[in-house]
C-alpha cells in the first residue's frame, strides 16, 4: 500500500440506527448512522410498514374497494341471471310461463337490495 493515500480505519466503528440499535464493525469512519437495520426493517421483522407519500396508498386502497365492489356486483349479477334461467327452465319443463318464472326471480333480488339500502 502506497503510504498517505488511504483513509483511517476504525476496527470498531459504531454504528446507530433510528430505532436504536447499535453494533460495532470496521469503517473509515467512526460513527455511522442509519435509518433502518435488520432490528427494524420489515424485511426481516415480517411487518408491514406502510410509508404514505401524497396519498398514494389511499388512492390505492379506493381503487382496490371500487374494483373488489364491482367484482361482487359482477359476480352477483351472473348469479340472479343464472338463477333466472334455471327457473325459467323449470317453468318450461312444468308447462308453466318461463318469463313469469324469471322475472320473479329478479323481482325477489331486487326487493332484496331494497331492504338493503
Known amino acids: 500500500m502506497k503510504p498517505g493515500i488511504?483513509?483511517?480505519y476504525y476496527p470498531n466503528a459504531?454504528?446507530?440506527?433510528s430505532c436504536g440499535n447499535?453494533?460495532?464493525?470496521?469503517?473509515?469512519?467512526p460513527e455511522i448512522r442509519t435509518d433502518v437495520c435488520s432490528a427494524?426493517?420489515?424485511?426481516?421483522?415480517g411487518e408491514q410498514r406502510i410509508v404514505?407519500?401524497?396519498?398514494?396508498?389511499?388512492?390505492?386502497?379506493k381503487r382496490l374497494e371500487r374494483r373488489?365492489?364491482?367484482?361482487?356486483?359482477r359476480q352477483l349479477e351472473a348469479r340472479i341471471r343464472q338463477e333466472a334461467e334455471e327457473a325459467a327452465r323449470k317453468a318450461r319443463a312444468r308447462g308453466d310461463d318461463p318469463e313469469k318464472a324469471a322475472a320473479e326471480v329478479l323481482a325477489k333480488y331486487e326487493q332484496e337490495q331494497g331492504e338493503e339500502a
Open 6 to 8: 488511504h483513509p483511517k
Open 14 to 17: 459504531r454504528v446507530i440506527c
Open 22 to 29: 447499535t453494533w460495532t464493525t470496521g469503517s473509515t469512519v
Open 40 to 45: 427494524c426493517h420489515p424485511f426481516y421483522t
Open 52 to 61: 404514505d407519500t401524497a396519498g398514494q396508498v389511499e388512492r390505492f386502497m
Open 68 to 73: 373488489q365492489s364491482a367484482l361482487a356486483r
